[in-house]
C-alpha cells in the first residue's frame, strides 16, 4: 500500500512540475501560422465558439491578431473577433496542446480541437484531443506564463 501511495504521490507531483515548467503566456509565445501567415489554416476561430466547431474562413473577412491572419466565416464573426482576440485566438500560439504538454511545438490540425474553461485548444490530431486532458488538466489550469525554453523550441511539422 505504502509503494502505491510513493507512486501515485510521484505522479502527481511529476504532473505539477511539468505544468509549472512549461507554462505559457500568449503574449510571449510565437504564433503557428503558415508562410503567408495565416492562422489556423484559414479556420475561423469564432466558429469553434458558436457551436458551428470548425468552419473554414474566407479571405474577404480577415483580422489581424500577433502579426498572425485570421480569416472568418463573416463580417459579424470577424468584429467579434477584432473586439476580444484573445477570447477566440487559440491558446499555446495555435501550436499543439498536448505537444506544449510534452515541450513540443507540433503543427495542428483545426478539426483536432477543444473548448475547455471558454478557451480555445488545438491538436496535432483528433487523437490527441483528450488525452492531454485526461493526463494533465491540472497542470494545463496552472500555465500562466512561458517558460525560456519552449520559447526556443523549433515547431515540428506534422507532414
Known amino acids: 500500500m505504502s509503494h502505491l501511495k510513493s507512486t501515485s504521490q510521484k505522479i502527481t507531483l511529476t504532473a505539477a512540475l511539468l505544468g509549472a515548467s512549461f507554462s505559457i503566456m500568449a503574449a510571449d509565445l510565437d504564433m503557428s501560422v503558415d508562410s503567408n501567415d495565416l492562422a489556423i489554416k484559414g479556420y475561423d476561430p469564432v466558429a469553434y465558439f458558436d457551436n458551428k466547431g470548425p468552419v473554414k474562413g474566407t479571405s474577404e473577412f480577415t483580422a489581424t491578431y500577433k502579426n498572425a491572419i485570421y480569416q472568418f ?87
Open 73 to 159: 466565416v463573416s463580417s459579424e464573426n470577424r468584429d467579434q473577433f477584432r473586439a476580444d482576440p484573445q477570447a477566440y485566438a487559440p491558446q499555446y500560439g495555435g501550436y499543439c496542446a498536448f505537444g506544449v504538454a510534452m515541450g513540443k511545438k507540433f503543427e495542428t490540425d483545426p478539426q483536432a480541437w477543444k473548448i475547455e474553461d471558454g478557451k480555445l485548444y488545438l491538436n496535432l490530431a483528433s487523437q490527441y484531443k483528450n488525452v492531454g486532458w485526461r493526463t494533465h488538466k491540472s497542470s494545463f489550469k496552472m500555465r500562466t506564463t512561458i517558460g525560456p525554453r519552449l520559447k526556443r523550441l523549433k515547431p515540428i511539422s506534422s507532414r
